[in-house]
């Protein structure tokens, strides 16, 4: 007993020596609590509430604002802590420290007339150069890590950014179509990654060095009139384009991704009211994504923003109070609990957004590079279109799906709008309203071609190009659409298991049918890709099959105006009556949804369809097939379905000076040019 307790005799000595020293304990504790030195914009409340008087929808959130600065603070000084990063800037925001916290990337713009750019300072401000200078706005650079390829085994530095060239606009043709391009930290090697139809924005950087970003996915009627905003991943060099979380969940907006210490995905749920897209906060597990959802901070009481990490597992976030008068300031949360520990910064008149600390952080690994510039195709491929968890999709048996359907979506541009700067008015008529009377903008078919009996399809697909599936039953009518854009760089090998398939699940371990011959060549030059719409296919076949019984004469339906020119005096008739009444819903709502006729972007849910084959998708006959006269061929028949699965568009050829034009080519370099 004696030696048992000479044994235990150090050990008490130091558990009773654990207090001596409480002093330096609570200093360090306290030095723990307190975030270091912090960096951020700062939005003036005047602006944004001067925007918010024109009714804008927020749909893409705003991300430059007149008038916005980057300041720093340091929350052990006080207000003697805080100092303004870029005085001689008109504008400047979204800060982003460096992986050895002493440099800081941002976008501003020295003079009202000039554009957004990318630019670079050091931590204390000082020493700053533009980055890229280009004609058009550079919003929301980020680092990235080093990247390798093949032709220079040196690694390089490089950073992405949003913009929209050529004054690209969205799906609906009211908003700028945000792409996210890369460069070096030289300037060097331009390239775009993203070719969204709608926007892309608030790019971070994954552990593994792919980019997490938000996307807004507006394809047709999904979730009309907003769309959604989902998280996808890429890798920095365009390839591999990949759902992270909700591509098929509500509220709007998902934006704002952070990535904490302890491997969660933290970012804001909106509703798309709140102009810089404020909401609550959500978080999933970077193993786990698709399936470890979990609420952090509800919105019923205020609004959270931008959420970045702090030291000890904190949240560094903007929060207000609802209310038209509440600005955002800085606080500190505990995500645990999403309980707000304290406040750090609010000045008045002014929010304090996009804050981060300066503090070096782990840097990401870098990627190499297979893309290769000298070719204009990627191979894309797929085991088997019957590998699904979609509703829609469940019961399919074998054999029931005979074909694919590739469509490409044709960028546009809005003429009427005047610069780069998306903070203006949307004009009365955007580019898309013009082609269409359906919320679906103009669009090619690249190739229709026949699946493989197991399902499987390989082609080669143009590079760079936005461009969605849809799988096709024995009549060629979609079964399925897959309802976001894709692309592919140029030499990638693109493959996917299935159509909305369990990503947690092992992929068969078997060759696919199509594998074993060469990949379809759909690569037509764009003069070649057939289009088909109202005005140019739809139009002759009605005034052919149809006008002997669809005339003025007729009580419901009359046709008899095919392809008279629109009455511009008058702004609610853009389209001729004939396309109008095609389009019209019997409650009078809002057209192109699920009309008394038509259902635009399903052949299979639209009542005219049925009438052309005299019976509905169930089999069940329709008493009275249409025309009367006689059944349309298959060729004829098959024009009106692709015309509704397009989008039963008014026009799908838009006129050149309408499309939207890179003006830097994909394998140009910014010193070629």
Request: proline letters at 9%.
């Amino acid at each position: 007993m004696g030696r048992n307790r000479k044994l235990l005799t150090p050990y008490l000595s130091l558990i009773f020596l654990i207090p001596v020293a409480p002093a330096s304990c609570e200093a360090s504790m306290k030095e723990a609590q307190t975030p270091r030195r912090l960096v951020f914009t700062q939005v003036p409340q005047d602006a944004v509430k001067a925007l918010s008087k024109k009714g804008i929808r927020f749909l893409p959130p705003l991300r430059n604002v007149s008038g916005s600065r980057i300041a720093c603070f340091d929350p052990s000084k006080g207000e003697a802590g805080f100092r303004i990063l870029t005085p001689e800037f008109v504008s400047a925001c979204s800060p982003v420290v460096s992986f050895d916290g002493k440099r800081v990337i941002f976008s501003g713009k020295r003079r009202p007339a000039e554009p957004w750019n990318v630019w670079e300072m050091d931590a204390e401000g000082n020493n700053k150069h533009r980055i890229i200078e280009l004609s058009w706005d550079c919003l929301m650079p980020t680092y990235l890590p080093s990247i390798y390829t093949l032709d220079n085994l040196q690694p390089r530095d490089q950073v992405v950014f949003a913009a929209a060239p050529s004054g690209a606009v969205n799906e609906n043709g009211s908003r700028p179509a945000w792409s996210f391009y890369t460069c070096e930290l030289s300037g060097k090697n331009l390239r775009r990654i993203t070719f969204n139809l709608s926007a892309d924005f608030d790019p971070t950087v994954l552990p593994d060095g792919r980019i997490l970003y938000s996307s807004w996915q507006r394809y047709g009627t999904r979730y009309y009139p907003t769309g959604l905003v989902s998280l996808l991943t890429v890798m920095t060099d365009g390839t591999d384009l990949f759902s992270f979380y909700g591509n098929h969940e509500l509220p709007v907006l998902k934006c704002k991704p952070t990535v904490s210490e302890s491997g969660w995905i933290y970012f804001v749920e909106s509703d798309g009211s709140d102009p810089f897209g404020g909401g609550s906060i959500a978080g999933v597990n970077l193993r786990r994504n698709m399936k470890s959802y979990k609420a952090i901070a509800s919105d019923r009481e205020g609004l959270f923003f931008s959420p970045s990490p702090l030291e000890g597992g904190n949240l560094l976030v903007s929060h207000k109070r609802r209310g038209r008068d509440e600005t955002y300031g800085l606080y500190k949360m505990l995500p645990r609990t999403g309980r707000i520990t304290k406040k750090l910064y609010d000045a008045p008149r002014w929010h304090e957004i996009d804050a981060q600390v300066l503090l070096p952080r782990p840097r990401p690994k870098g990627r190499s590079s297979t893309v290769n510039y000298n070719f204009d195709t990627a191979d894309i491929f797929c085991i088997s279109c019957y590998l699904t968890d979609w509703p829609g999709m469940g019961n399919l048996a074998p054999g029931s799906l005979r074909r694919l359907r590739v469509i490409e979506g044709i960028p546009l541009r809005n003429l009427t709008a005047k610069g780069q700067d998306d903070r203006g008015g949307a004009p009365s008529v955007p580019a898309a309203r013009k082609y269409s009377a359906t919320p679906f903008g103009p669009r090619r078919i690249l190739g229709d071609i026949p699946l493989a009996s197991d399902g499987s399809f390989y082609i080669k697909a143009p590079a760079g190009t936005p461009i969605a599936f849809q799988v096709l039953d024995e009549n060629n009518m979609a079964v399925q659409t897959h309802q976001n854009w894709m692309w592919s760089m140029p030499k990638e090998n693109r493959g996917c298991i299935g159509c909305h398939e369990d990503r947690e699940l092992t992929p068969p371990n078997r060759l696919a049918e199509a594998f074993k011959k060469p990949g379809v060549n759909l690569n037509l030059p764009p003069e070649k890709r057939r289009t088909v719409d109202f005005q140019h296919e739809i139009a002759p076949l009605i005034e052919t099959r149809c006008l002997q019984c669809h005339t003025r004469d007729h009580l419901r339906m009359d046709l008899s105006e095919i392809v008279k020119s629109a009455d511009r005096k008058a702004p609610r008739r853009l389209f001729p009556r004939a396309y109008e009444v095609l389009l019209s819903s019997p409650e009078g709502g809002d057209k192109g949804l699920a009309g008394r006729y038509i259902k635009p972007g399903s052949a299979r849910e639209s009542p005219l369809v049925w009438r052309l084959f005299g019976k509905r998708p169930d089999g069940s006959a329709i008493p009275k097939l249409m025309p009367p006269n006689g059944p349309l061929s298959d060729s004829e028949r098959k024009l009106f379905l692709e015309w509704i699965d397009l989008g039963a568009q008014w026009s799908n050829r838009p006129s050149p000076e309408d499309v939207a034009k890179d003006p830097i080519p994909a394998r140009a370099t910014e010193k070629e040019k």
